[in-house]
């Protein structure tokens, strides 16, 4: 089993910044892919951003782009999410998540984490 846990969501203004927390616990996650997905309401879950656990390989959703940046500390087996100039439509829940490997569907998944950006 893989467990985690999000935390650092919360209320901020536009233009605003705000560090998201992913601790996963359960596995070894050397070869692990890590992602960040965002829900808002009343529309489907989309991408956000992933990147492996050992490095190096990281991908941006268009929307986020150049505002957001995904990162870990494999010593508090921890993956983050900086966001940047947050909008107003950057407004969701966000959510950890995990696979075994580069390809293929996340099985793991973290209870999701507030994120809402005033105008």
């Known amino acids: 089993q893989v467990q985690l846990v999000e935390s650092g969501g919360g209320l901020v203004q536009a233009g605003g910044s705000l560090r998201l927390s992913c601790q996963a616990s359960?596995?070894?996650?050397?070869?692990?892919?890590m992602g960040w997905f965002r829900q808002a309401p009343g529309k489907e879950r989309e991408f956000v951003a992933r990147t492996r656990w050992s490095g190096g390989i990281i991908y941006y959703a268009d929307s986020v782009r150049g505002r957001f940046t995904i990162s870990r500390d494999k010593a508090k087996d921890t993956v983050y999410l900086q966001m940047n100039n947050l909008k107003p439509e950057d407004t969701a829940v966000y959510y950890c998540?995990?696979?075994?490997?580069?390809?293929?569907?996340?099985?793991?998944w973290g209870q999701g984490t507030q994120v809402t950006v005033s105008s």
């Open positions: 359960g596995r070894a996650f050397s070869n692990y892919v």
């Open positions: 998540a995990a696979r075994p490997g580069l390809d293929g569907q996340y099985p793991y």
